[in-house]
């Protein structure tokens, strides 16, 4: 299946080594890291160039073009307990002396790729200049893996020797293995705001999966399609076909849909605010739905209880809003406690898991977002393409 090397059919020792990792972690309005799963991923590969006695160049976006990196070289010199180097620029005279300057196994972090626009649009000129700094391309980002940009793709080709990091590596192995031969019953559990974001992903899983768990603002659209009376709740209105082809989908395929039989529902969105939780077919007309209901929460727990294998991408609700964060840290308690093998990816739903201190429980946190649901929809990955064209 792997048509691309890997670290270990690398001669490391001496040699610069570029690093395309994912350090584009939640921040706040300060510049403060929110949330560290990203980085933490990275560090075996890290350690492991660095025991190699490599020279150590590591590049990233952050968000898009705003935010510098500064603070994640900070977070990870005190993760590795070893010096990392900033410069506040990724290509360009300056970084060239700095990694001339470099010792074996030390650790440059250059500064956030989009800073240069030339990242988004695959710019030829950039991505030999970022080749150029190197002898080695290594790419361990498989969360950035579904970008053809100058760092993720275009750099590979101009690149003397490239390969996959062992986040990288292990990330495509070990979805591929979910995917291709989970454990039974499959159960996934899907949520957040949009069908549409995810309408290739959903498809497949309803071909793949035992049973499919639909909560957050997209299951309004697929009730909507049913034809149940969901008050003010948004929906896509464009999605309304497409969710009942979900549904078609599953059916053909043995795929039990499990959508929200109940729902907790406000006016507005505000923070504890007076809630209703009625059943779905009666919904107040002036409400809006924020989350799934209790019973609906206490199915699923029963469901994620037998499960065989658990896929979560997506919250139940507004998990950031509370009471709306009830169904999706009933929903992080099950996942907890199943003995079923458990996998969550996507950023909001790894957020949640902190959130609700479930992360250890966990047996498998995937980095990816975008590039998983593309990844599951069995879309090719430029970026792993990269590797091996
Ligand atoms: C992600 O957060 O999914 C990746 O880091 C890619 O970020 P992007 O959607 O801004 O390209």
Avoid at 121 to 131: C, G, H, P, S, V
Avoid at 300 to 309: F, H, L, M, R, Y
Wanted: aromatic share 6%; hydrophobic share 40%; charged share 25%.
């Amino acid at each position: 299946m792997q048509k691309f090397k890997t670290l270990d059919d690398m001669n490391l020792g001496g040699k610069t080594v570029l690093v395309r990792v994912d350090f584009n972690v939640p921040m706040t309005s300060k510049g403060e890291i929110k949330e560290d799963t990203r980085i933490k991923a990275h560090l075996k590969t890290i350690t492991y160039l660095s025991k190699a006695g490599a020279k150590i160049v590591l590049m990233s976006h952050l968000g898009n073009a705003e935010q510098s990196l500064q603070p994640v070289a900070e977070r990870l010199t005190s993760l590795l307990k070893k010096p990392v180097t900033f410069i506040d620029e990724c290509v360009g005279k300056k970084v060239q002396v700095a990694i001339k300057e470099l010792s074996k196994s030390s650790i440059l972090l250059l500064e956030n790729t989009r800073f240069n626009a030339g990242e988004k649009t695959n710019d030829e000129a950039f991505a030999k200049e970022l080749a150029s700094l190197c002898d080695i391309y290594v790419n361990d980002a498989f969360a950035t893996a579904h970008r053809k940009h100058a760092s993720t793709y275009g750099v590979a080709k101009f690149s003397k020797e490239k390969c996959a990091g062992f986040l990288l590596e292990h990330e495509l192995k070990t979805l591929h293995e979910i995917l291709s031969n989970p454990q039974k019953p499959f159960v996934v559990i899907t949520g957040g705001a949009k069908v549409s974001t995810k309408l290739g992903a959903l498809k497949a899983l309803a071909k793949k999966a035992d049973t499919l768990l639909i909560g957050g603002a997209m299951s309004n659209t697929f009730l909507k399609a049913m034809n149940v009376e969901i008050g003010k709740s948004r929906f896509e209105e464009d999605m309304l076909d497409e969710a009942l082809n979900i549904i078609q989908i599953a059916s053909a395929h043995n795929c039990k849909i499990i959508l929200p039989s109940d729902v907790k529902t406000a006016v507005k969105l505000e923070r504890d605010t007076k809630c209703e939780n009625p059943g779905i077919n009666s919904i107040n007309p002036e409400h809006q739905a924020f989350d799934i209901g209790k019973n609906t929460a206490n199915v699923w727990a029963e469901i994620i209880k037998d499960a065989g294998t658990v896929l979560w991408n997506g919250p139940a609700g507004v998990f950031e809003v509370p009471p709306f964060d009830a169904g999706t840290r009933a929903t992080a308690k099950a996942v907890g406690d199943t003995k079923a093998f458990t996998v969550i990816g996507g950023g909001d739903s790894i957020h949640a898991a902190a959130l609700c201190g479930i992360t250890e429980k966990v047996d498998y946190i995937s980095t990816g977002g975008g590039s998983l649901l593309q990844f599951i929809e069995g879309v090719p990955l430029p970026a792993i393409e990269a590797l091996y064209k």
